[in-house]
């Protein structure tokens, strides 16, 4: 039964590689190497574990690590957006952003220590 | 040629940054779900920046890139120390492998 689990996902991993590699995606921007377009979609493919964890996860802890890599991937979508599109803008929302997911993510855990947020 | 190095950085990430989502799923406690992704997607988002970084050059998002590398260091870890000390406090057990704990040795 387990090695019918791994051999699933296995499966489905590289099914969804297959797509990503070979399938011809929808071409939202003007991207400068086609390589650069199946690194996006391999990122959101990342991401969706992410939301996956969110989700399902037991305890609040789980949610609580989950939204803080996501934070941390969301600076990796910035940086690759503001490649093909050639605007500087896209790496300020990256850095704002990971401010913001950094306090959040120190008040959660002040949240999961049973504190309030002002001690 | 500096394009060429920057796909190849911006590869890089992306497998650091699919591994340790994949361990975020796959491994059955929060230290270890904690332990697998930070520090992977930490290494592979600072690796595609470095990538955004050798696309543009001295320009003011390269420069931008490279202080998003140094803040991320720096709090990263911070943010993970945190929450799994947040996580023992609040009462999280550990896997019933799990070999010692010595956090709660040191209490």
């Keep these: ?119 | 040629m500096n394009e060429i190095i920057g796909i190849v950085f911006i590869i890089m990430g992306l497998v650091f940054d699919f591994l340790g989502c994949l361990g975020l799923v796959r491994l059955p406690d929060v230290y270890n779900r904690l332990q697998a992704s930070t520090k992977s997607v930490t290494l592979g988002t600072c690796s595609i920046l470095f990538g955004l970084f050798l696309f543009k050059g001295f320009t003011a998002a390269g420069i931008k890139a490279l202080l998003c590398i140094v803040f991320i260091i720096l709090t990263s870890p911070v943010s993970a120390h945190a929450l799994a000390r947040g996580a023992h406090k609040s009462g999280v057990k550990l896997w019933k492998k799990s070999v010692c704990d010595k956090y709660e040795e040191d209490k």
């Excluded at chain 1, 969301?74 to 850095?95: E, Q, S």
Aim: glycine content about 6%; overall charge positive; proline content about 5%.
């Design chain 1, 1 to 119: 039964m387990k090695r019918l689990r791994w051999l699933i996902g296995l499966v489905t991993i590289i099914a969804i590689f297959a797509i990503i590699i070979f399938y011809p995606l929808p071409s939202l921007l003007e991207w400068q190497s086609p390589l650069l377009k199946h690194c996006f979609f391999v990122l959101f493919f990342a991401a969706t574990f992410c939301f996956w964890r969110i989700l399902k996860g037991p305890t609040p802890a789980d949610r609580a690590v989950a939204i803080d890599i996501l934070g941390i991937l969301v600076l990796g979508f910035c940086a690759i957006l503001g490649i093909p599109t050639g605007r500087d803008w896209y790496i300020d929302i990256g850095i704002a952003w990971a401010l913001q997911s950094f306090i959040s993510t120190l008040a959660l855990a002040k949240y999961l220590e049973g504190r309030n947020f002002d001690e």
